[in-house]
């Protein structure tokens, strides 16, 4: 999303030739070959085990049998699923807010508060997934160079950043829907229409349309 602005934004001329269905297409190919890839080895590795301090519960455990392997594949998916695109959408939005700031810093206030809001999405936007997957590669690491403790809070905590984690990609298009000034105006019309207007009979319907289709007919044999 955050290189599809900055192509949209910064690089508008080209935008039609690179925002194809071509270059779209391959883009979802290429991004699910890489998570096909970089899931491999959990599903090589990961296999259901008991606890020594849970003898009554089964987990879904990864076991690695060389240790330097395993330390190396969770620093790969640290740098590739976290921090590069971290750095990646902070760099984009940046690009995206200096260009509107050039472009539109002599126009007017509606302007302004335009630019205002984009920066505010953008913040909202980069910060969402910043602390989002934050916890979740937090604990990460702490399991594999620290001693992660094994109890209910922890694990508590270990589901709560999943479902953090995955929460990211639903918190998005809220994010840019609810910062949309013509979506909200459109969803308040939408909602107030239905729960504070009733609809009209169905009587008058029908008379309605038949008058419309009387005045079409009778203009068009005039």
């Given amino acids: 999303m955050s290189v599809d602005r900055y192509i949209a934004v910064v690089l508008s001329k080209k935008s039609p030739c690179i925002r194809n269905r071509r270059n779209a297409l391959i883009g979802v190919c290429v991004i699910w070959m890489l998570s096909f890839v970089f899931a491999v080895p959990v599903a ?5 085990t ?3 301090k849970a ?15 395993k330390h190396t594949y969770k620093v790969t998916i640290l740098v590739t699923g976290y921090l590069l695109p971290l750095v990646l959408i902070t760099c984009c939005y ?7 700031h050039k472009k539109i810093k002599n126009m007017s206030k509606k302007s302004e508060r ?35 403790p094994l109890n209910d809070a922890s694990f508590a905590f270990r589901i709560i950043s999943h479902c953090l984690a995955y929460g990211n990609s639903c918190v998005n298009p809220i994010l840019y ?29 029908v008379r309605i349309r038949m008058e419309n289709f009387s005045m079409t007919h009778s203009t068009t044999n005039m």
């Fill in 55 to 69: 003898p009554n519960s089964t987990f879904c455990w990864e076991i690695w049998t060389e240790r330097v392997a």
């Fill in 50 to 52: 008991n606890h020594p």
């Fill in 44 to 48: 090589q590795h990961q296999i259901l």
């Fill in 114 to 148: 335009s630019k205002r809001k984009t920066a505010q999405t953008v913040l909202l936007v980069v910060a969402a997934f910043l602390i989002c997957w934050m916890p979740h590669h937090i604990i990460a690491m702490w399991v594999e160079f620290g001693q992660f």
């Fill in 177 to 205: 829907a609810f910062l949309s000034e013509n979506f909200r105006k459109a969803c308040k019309q939408v909602f107030t229409c239905r729960f504070f207007y009733s609809p009209p009979p169905v009587e008058k319907v």
């Fill in 94 to 100: 940046a690009k995206v807010l200096y260009h509107l």
